[in-house]
């Protein structure tokens, strides 16, 4: 509850009468900001429960490099004003910036205004309607050929398992790649990159760690990875059937390519190409390839392990899963999928950086400060989802939760272009699974932070029975 004096100063600078600098920062944290940050990077689903408990739906964190100032949104109403406010005052590529040394200057989730529109518009033509249609096939014979691996009687690591899934479908979805010696090639690299703990992360925000182990060993896995993905660009400007493939590397390769082979700065004619606009130059399609590779891999990965073990600990919510799977009531595992997304959000927040002072929530913030919805601690209120601490898959199937309460893929302008993709993929692969076997979950697990999202942190051990 804010004092009367605070709501006097509020009401003066919205009408004009107080002066510019005059703003109302949420309470927060007074520790030093170091603690803050180790804090964050360590134990932040702990972290920001204890902070939501102690000031609140709105509060200030001070964490490292700067440091930043982050005010953690959750009530509805406040987390929809952010989505549909002007993208132009409210950067999500800036409040992104953490992830630029992996991801690159020109990844779609690191720009903003007219660079992000025509990321965006080169990317979401291979994600939407037919053209994801046309990539059930493939998810589904990568799952096969994991599962048919699976015996009777087997305790799968599943975090390992559905990597091993979405990692493959991600580099034959995105980049074509289907040559066996060049994924054996690719994999083990991939997954350097992303099998890593929070405090790698200090390399990202602090450069000069680079140069000294681990971090070093880190960035030379990060430089080979580069070399093979240019390699591989290069190789397929070269190849003359780009029409006929399907992967997005070849779809973004052949935007503004004309009949003759000339690039042009207008639309391509191939498929899914973006109208009017230019052809990404190497090192634009690097950043775009490794932003769907990590974005889209890791994630779904760890959704499908947690609705995995949700269900393995659930022998009547099994049940219905895997009456789903065989009858094909792709409805319910979608549900069952959501709801574990939901229970167990893979990211904790999304975050925006205030080009201008900017009255959000009720309060004047400063340019500069980096406002975030919890994702977290939107999926966790009980006035939006009733026993929001249990795993309800009919939360999904009964309705549609109110808009702005369940928000694993962001929301406004700059929501994740592969949500669908996501949900079908994690379909796809749970009917996959539970058609051939029951799974079980040997105890409980909690959240452990890896690399940006939070997986189980035993990854999840399953015993199987075949069906």
Not at 234 to 252: C, F, K, M, P, Y
Not at 253 to 259: C, K, N, P, T
Not at 260 to 280: K, N, Q, S, V
Not at 328 to 333: I, P, R, Y
Request: net charge negative; with cysteine; glycine share 8%.
């Amino acid at each position: 509850m804010r004092s009367t004096q605070e709501m006097s100063g509020l009401v003066g600078n919205l009408q004009g009468g107080g002066a510019m600098d005059a703003y109302d920062m949420p309470d927060g944290p007074g520790a030093a900001s170091w603690r803050t940050t180790m804090a964050f990077m360590r134990e932040r689903s702990s972290l920001i429960p204890r902070l939501h408990d102690k000031y609140g739906d709105t509060f200030t964190i001070r964490i490292h490099p700067g440091p930043r100032e982050f005010v953690i949104f959750s009530d509805p109403a406040d987390v929809k004003e952010i989505f549909a406010a002007d993208p132009a005052q409210f950067h999500a590529g800036k409040g992104n910036d953490i992830l630029r040394p992996v991801m690159g200057r020109h990844s779609v989730l690191l720009t903003d205004d007219l660079e992000h529109q025509r990321a965006r518009k080169l990317l979401m033509p291979a994600f939407m309607g037919s053209s994801m249609r046309g990539y059930v096939p493939l998810v589904e014979s990568i799952a096969k050929a994991e599962v048919d691996s699976w015996s009777d009687g087997d305790r799968i690591v599943t975090l390992d398992r559905m990597n091993a899934i979405t990692l493959d479908v991600i580099l034959q979805v995105v980049f074509g790649v289907t040559d066996e010696d060049r994924l054996a090639v690719l994999r083990p690299k991939v997954n350097r990159m992303v099998d890593i703990d929070a405090w790698i992360l200090l390399s990202w925000m602090m450069p000069k760690l680079r140069h000294v182990p681990p971090w070093r060993g880190y960035f030379k896995n990060q430089k080979a990875v580069d070399e093979l993905l240019f390699a591989e660009i290069a190789e397929r400007r070269a190849a003359h059937d780009l029409t006929g493939r399907d992967d997005v590397l070849s779809r973004l390769l052949h935007v503004g390519e004309a009949d003759d082979g000339e690039a042009t700065t207008g639309g391509g004619a191939g498929p899914g190409a973006a109208e009017g606009t230019a052809p990404l130059s190497d090192v634009e399609m690097r950043d775009q390839l490794v932003t769907l590779l990590l974005a889209g891999h890791e994630t779904t990965a760890s959704a499908l392990s947690w609705t995995l073990h949700e269900l393995g600990k659930a022998p009547e919510l099994h049940a219905r899963a895997v009456a789903a799977a065989e009858s094909g009531d792709d409805a319910f595992l979608e549900a069952c999928l959501k709801e574990g997304m939901r229970l167990h959000p893979i990211i904790d927040f999304v975050a925006r950086t205030l080009q201008s002072d900017q009255v959000v929530g009720g309060r004047r913030l400063p340019a500069g400060v980096t406002v975030a919805p919890s994702i977290m601690l939107s999926h966790s209120r009980e006035e939006s989802f009733a026993d929001a601490h249990e795993f309800r898959p009919d939360r999904f199937v009964d309705g549609k939760p109110a808009s702005n309460t369940w928000i694993p893929f962001g929301g406004g302008v700059r929501r994740c272009i592969g949500a669908a993709f996501s949900l079908m993929e994690g379909t796809v692969v749970l009917r996959e699974v539970l058609q051939r076997f029951d799974v079980h979950a040997e105890r409980p697990t909690g959240p452990r932070l890896r690399n940006i999202t939070n997986v189980p942190h035993d990854k999840a051990p399953l015993v199987l029975h075949r069906r």
